[in-house]
């Protein structure tokens, strides 16, 4: 008997670790496989619109980054204004994903490769100044979220995105920003992973070059999502 409860307690406490990785691992994602959303029809009350980083330091003159970008701009600026008015009328939620870091860095996740080295060297979206203040046309509405804590590229770390998210039963997550390929990209491929049904606004994103422009849109926009102009997803939430 002794033996035998043994053995049985062995198998239990070596089950115990895999159990608890499979908690975690599902804690990753919102909806599970036999649940994901991904290719659902547009469903104006399960579905957001978050623009990431609207802001004077790349939209406007006078912005530490708006001349890398402006050339894939185009009227990307109108465009989201229409799309951000047709939601709330449609009754969709809104979000708005700004990012800003404190004048010393120190608040940078990884402050000395690649990108966010460029940040915290050149001291962009700086709290508390005009260059990580919204931009005049995309300033948040009443009724608007203003998604909290984003300080690296993907808009889930760290922030209360996904919460915001779930509590309101959001299905579709459509998205727009900048950069084209590095913030909406990222956050792009988290919320696939995730299991939400996943749209790009290609035409309410820029990035500092035609080629990187075009490269995500044609190509990783369509492994992580349904890539559309801003037309034809406004057209979805108005049906």
Known sequence: MFALCTATSSLLIGAAPAARLDVKMMADRVFS??????????????????FIEYQNEFTSDGGKLHEAVKGTMGDMLHRSAVVADTARAAGATVMHAPISFKVDASDNPNKALGILAGCAG??????????????ESMRPHDGDIIVQGKKGLDTFPGTDLESQLTSKGIETVALAG????????STMRSAYEKGF????????????????????????YVMFSTPMPAVEFISKLSS
């Open 33 to 50: 496989s036999a649940n994901a959303k991904g290719g659902i029809e547009v469903d104006p009350k399960r579905t957001a619109v978050l």
């Open 122 to 135: 050149d001291k962009l979206f700086t709290e508390g100044t005009w260059n990580a203040d919204f931009c």
């Open 178 to 185: 900048f950069l084209t390929n590095c913030c909406v990209e």
């Open 197 to 220: 049904n996943v749209i790009t606004l290609t035409d309410c994103t820029a990035t500092t070059s035609a080629k990187g422009q075009n490269a995500a849109t044609t190509g990783t």
